[in-house]
């Protein structure tokens, strides 16, 4: 029988999981979660980036792009394994708001019972066992420097590498067998969790797949300057001779930002990326076509043309269109892994050179349905106009959930999407707007968390642009029960996105 081509996913990063220790886990709350996706008739989980936060505690400034977060290993599976007890993890404070991540306080806690796992694994010869010793072998090519840069990070008190002294700053032959050796231990440790990261979301994800469910995962177009990639790789990005940025990534002012938006990531320096067959952005898309299913690439467009702005500015208004390395990157992926799987985040303002590029390199882009209804940009994002291969959204992690727009939004553009979608305060207006993609004739539907459980604007995961406050949504235990999942499975039906 052919697979039905209309599916249905739910966004919900995995932070906010429930959980018994401050922040969502690999754990048992996430499969119930995939037990939950199946019996409601979806088959997709987007997640966001899972790389270790840094700045802001954004997943969108890791300190690497192919490492894996710590706070997500799950400790009750530790416990399980011998390596931690029960009495240990609650003797610390991982926070104690069931609906918030307290960010302070899992970093704080998190590492400290890690490091008591790593010392009972070295006790128990786990680090001696055939299965880890491939696993650091087979990611040397990226493990071997971040596990460095961290325990080195760690050594200068947390600083970014460019506070460090000159010699490891600049990677010198001789301070890197230095620090290999002085931090011996400390390197180990950082490996160790990046195994028990990797052990646990494999099981996790096998366990998705086996159940009819894929991972979507995500990630962000630049890498952050604090991270392994920057310090490990200089001569790939637009650096001076001192290892300072000579330009930053972001946005310009538009209709939605009047000084634009200043992200300050380092540019990537397309023309040494050409010299070497995109060697780097090859082993990126082949590391995460390993760990997902689908990849969605944030900011598509900076393929076509990126943003410039000169390093030290306040804002984004200073910078300055250059052009970037077109579908010439993509055929080299293409080239080295086939077609992997690939969805472009082609929101904002588009050139046709940008459409013409998303359509040469044939990956679905994104529609979001709040966007429809804004009177200063919306005509394209009204579901009537939805090409099939496309992944339609109500709102993206980056937007209000419906019941949080519905009451910041302009008056006009709410009116707008009642008349449209003849929205009832009855029915609720987040079951309204969900309707509203999975009619469209969008192969794929993606919905957050937050909207089908009819939540507002507390539980907004992030405000572009901002500070504080971000990325800490929780959902309680219990939500995503079989009511739930029998009233999800019935509009699935309805709209023709069961599997078959």
Not at 365 to 371: N, P
Request: net charge neutral; glycine share 10%.
């Amino acid at each position: 029988m052919k697979e039905n081509v209309r599916k249905q996913g739910i966004l919900l990063p995995v932070s906010s999981i429930p959980s018994a220790y401050g922040i969502g886990t690999f754990g048992r709350e996430s499969y119930r979660f995939v037990d939950f996706l199946e019996k409601s008739g979806n088959r997709l989980w987007q997640i966001l980036p899972l790389g270790p936060t840094g700045y802001g505690d954004s997943p969108y400034q890791s300190f690497s792009t192919f490492a894996g977060n710590p706070y997500y290993i799950d400790l009750e599976i530790l416990i399980e394994e011998g390596l931690l007890t029960k009495e240990i993890c609650d003797g610390y404070d991982f926070g104690d708001n069931e609906h918030y991540v307290d960010y302070e306080k899992i970093y704080l806690s998190r590492f400290k019972v890690l490091k008591i796992a790593f010392e009972n694994a070295k006790k128990q010869g786990l680090m001696d066992a055939p299965e880890y010793q491939k696993f650091i072998t087979d990611n040397a090519y990226w493990l071997d420097d971040y596990a460095l840069y961290m325990a080195v990070k760690n050594a200068f008190g947390g600083v970014c590498f460019m506070e460090w002294d000159e010699d490891i700053r600049l990677r010198k032959a001789s301070a890197l067998r230095k620090y290999r050796k002085k931090l011996s231990d400390e390197i180990a440790f950082y490996c160790f969790q990046q195994y028990l990261f990797a052990k646990q979301w494999k099981e996790l994800k096998t366990y998705a797949n086996k159940k009819g469910i894929e991972i979507v995962g995500d990630i962000p177009i630049y890498v952050a300057f604090d991270s392994a990639d920057t310090w490990a790789n200089p001569k790939l990005f637009q650096l001076d001779r001192e290892g300072r940025p000579i330009g930053v990534a972001g946005c310009p002012p538009d209709g939605f930002s009047a000084t634009g938006q200043l992200w300050g990531n380092p540019l990537f320096d397309w023309d040494s990326m050409a010299k070497t067959g995109y060697a780097w952005w090859v082993r990126r898309i082949k590391h995460m076509c390993s760990i997902y299913d689908v990849v969605r690439i944030d900011h598509f467009r900076g393929f076509e043309g990126y943003y410039a702005i000169p390093y030290g500015e306040a804002t984004a208004r200073n910078g300055r269109w250059r052009e970037g390395p077109g579908y010439a990157l993509f055929a080299a992926i293409k080239k080295k892994l086939g077609s992997p799987r690939i969805i472009a985040e082609d929101l904002g303002f588009l050139t046709e050179d940008v459409t013409a590029l998303l359509k040469q390199c044939g990956y679905p882009g994104m529609k979001v349905l709040e966007f429809a209804f804004d009177s200063r940009d919306g005509g394209d994002y009204r579901p009537h106009s939805y090409p099939k291969n496309c992944i339609a959204y109500v709102g993206t992690h980056d937007n209000e959930p419906v019941n949080g727009w519905m009451e910041t939004a302009a008056p006009e553009d709410v009116a707008r999407a009642v008349r449209y979608l003849n929205l009832t305060k009855k029915e609720g207006y987040h079951w309204g707007m969900m309707r509203g993609i999975w009619s469209s004739a969008a192969d794929l539907a993606v919905v957050q968390a937050q909207d089908l459980l009819g939540l507002g604007h507390e539980s907004r995961m992030n405000t572009p642009s901002t500070l504080g406050g971000n990325w800490c949504w929780r959902a309680e235990p219990g939500v995503f029960n079989t009511r739930l999942a029998k009233k999800l499975h019935s509009e699935m039906e309805l709209y023709g996105r069961l599997p078959e």
